[in-house]
């Protein structure tokens, strides 16, 4: 059983930026997929960023556009989300999700492939 907790979620103005983390207790994700999806009011949840944590190969969502990154902290086993020059289409609770078993890279943007989940960390971007 793996649970993870976001944090770093906030109020923020238009044009800042924000990193947000996920940490698991329970087990290292040393070997697991690790990805982040956000949900936005009245909107389905959709897929940001996906990456191994042991390393290599990065997903990104379409809209991202150069502004969100996705790294991982190994030293303090935690996979993080930087997301810079927010815009207030930002808005929504984002998660991470982890997953145990490889699974060929097209498959990551589903989000039922993923074992667990966290609880989310919401994301307000507002003047």
């Known amino acids: 059983q793996v649970h993870l907790v976001e944090s770093g979620g906030g109020v923020v103005m238009p044009g800042e930026t924000l990193s947000l983390s996920c940490a698991p207790s329970?087990?290292?994700?040393?070997?697991?997929?690790v990805a982040w999806f956000r949900q936005a009011p009245g909107k389905e949840r959709e897929f940001v960023a996906a990456t191994m944590f042991s390393g290599g190969t990065t997903n990104y969502a379409d809209f991202i556009k150069g502004r969100y990154t996705i790294t991982r902290d190994r030293p303090n086993l935690t996979a993080n989300l930087h997301i810079r020059n927010l815009k207030p289409e930002d808005t929504a609770v984002y998660y991470c999700?982890?997953?145990?078993?490889?699974?060929?890279?097209?498959?990551?943007?589903?989000?039922?492939?993923?074992?667990?989940w966290g609880q989310g960390t919401q994301v307000t971007v507002s003047s």
């Open positions: 329970g087990r290292s994700l040393s070997d697991y997929l």
């Open positions: 999700a982890v997953r145990s078993k490889r699974i060929n890279s097209g498959a990551w943007r589903d989000a039922s492939v993923y074992d667990y």
